[in-house]
């Protein structure tokens, strides 16, 4: 009889997106099972054979008293509704991969005494799977030296390197990354933060047209920043591709010379992994500012240039690319870092724990 693995995340790109990677690879020898929000339906929505819960709980971290004692209601709610799927399942193992989704469950586990692993993809341990350390057998870290892990946990920490979608493994950056003339430039801003970048990034890639200097611009965007994103670089004579979503986004990432981002640990670890130069704009919000931990990770390693959100703005971005375009030997460097940078392959990592951990 088959062996089954609970996993559990948020539904966001940071925790779903290695979610879905893990499972495509361990259910050809496992059940598996998922615990997550309605936003994770769809991305199994071709996999009929992945069981998906869904729960409704919330994070407690928040400045409104009315706010934060509902979550702790849904939280409540969302224990009993996971010993209902632990009675029903019975899964031999938990994988927590990090949102406040991901708790309730992972706490549960303990009850039923299966083992319990997680997975960290930023440079910081988030809140949830800090405050699941205790009950944890391993966790898997995407960054080496993993910041805020009390000692006494630092015997289970394993690192794997980041879990990344599944086909970028298969891809092969063959561009020789030598900026010629004129230079490509991808923007990519995720669901946190592009609006920003739609608002400031126009007027630079202006003035770098103007320069002479532009190839062209992939721009990721926010769905009511397309078609005014669009005129604008049309009324300019901007080569330009702008969109909201796009499944050959790796595509985009290797043609391209640089890339403008948020610091999203996926999308950090797979910009290094496709060789490829970043200036890393940390999302000034995000929680317990890991993006900015993400960011300086990478910019101490020598991969990318950054700024901070507060000093970002036309003047401070065009005078960096300027920089980085009159500098190719900088550019070069880093490019070299990247390559020398160990590619890992996580997934057997995870399996050969979990054949310890299994049974």
């Keep these: 009889m088959r062996k089954k693995i609970l996993f559990t995340a ?7 997106l290695p979610t879905v990677s893990l499972v495509n690879f361990f259910e050809k020898n496992y059940d598996i099972v998922l615990v997550s929000d309605s936003r994770a339906k769809k991305y199994f ?13 919330d994070t407690p971290y928040k400045k409104n008293i009315t706010k934060i004692l509902g979550a702790y209601f849904k939280i409540f709610i969302s224990l009993f509704t996971s010993m209902f799927i632990f009675l029903k399942e019975r899964p031999n193992l938990a994988f927590g991969l990090g949102g406040y989704v991901s708790f309730p469950i992972s ?8 083992p319990l692993v997680l997975y960290e993809n930023n440079a910081s341990i988030g809140r949830a ?3 699941l350390l205790f009950f944890a057998k391993k966790i898997f870290v995407g960054n080496y030296n993993i910041l805020n892990c009390p000692n006494k946990y630092l015997s289970k920490i394993k690192y794997t390197g980041h879990v990344l979608r599944e086909e970028i493994y298969k891809l092969d950056n063959k561009k020789t990354n030598v900026m010629g003339e004129k230079i490509s430039i991808l923007v990519t801003g995720g669901s946190q933060g592009a609006e920003i970048f739609g608002q400031i990034i126009p007027s630079v890639i202006k003035v770098l047209n ?3 200097i532009l190839k062209n611009i992939h721009q990721q965007c926010i769905k009511n920043q397309k078609i005014i994103l669009e005129n604008f670089y049309n009324k300019n004579n901007i080569n330009n591709s702008v969109f909201e979503f796009d499944r ?9 010379d640089l890339v403008i981002t948020r610091s999203g640990a996926s999308t950090l670890g797979e910009l290094v992994h496709l060789n490829k130069p970043f200036i890393a704009i940390p999302f000034s919000h995000a929680m317990d500012n890991h993006q900015m931990e993400n960011a300086r ?3 101490e390693r020598g991969f990318c240039w950054t700024i901070d959100q507060k000093n970002f703005n036309k003047e401070t971005l065009l005078n960096l690319i300027n920089k980085i375009y009159n500098n190719p030997e900088d550019y070069l460097l880093k490019v070299k870092k990247m390559k020398e940078n160990k590619k890992i392959m996580p997934f057997h990592i995870i399996q050969n724990e979990f054949d310890k951990l299994i049974k």
């Design 10 to 16: 948020g539904g966001t790109g940071g925790h779903i």
């Design 129 to 131: 799977n800090l405050k």
């Design 248 to 256: 050959n986004i790796f595509d985009k990432i290797i043609s391209s």
């Design 297 to 299: 990770y990478y910019f």
């Design 107 to 114: 706490f549960i586990s303990k009850i039923f005494s299966c």
């Design 45 to 57: 929505k071709l996999n009929k054979k992945i069981k998906i819960y869904t729960i409704n709980t």
């Design 210 to 212: 103007e320069q002479g």
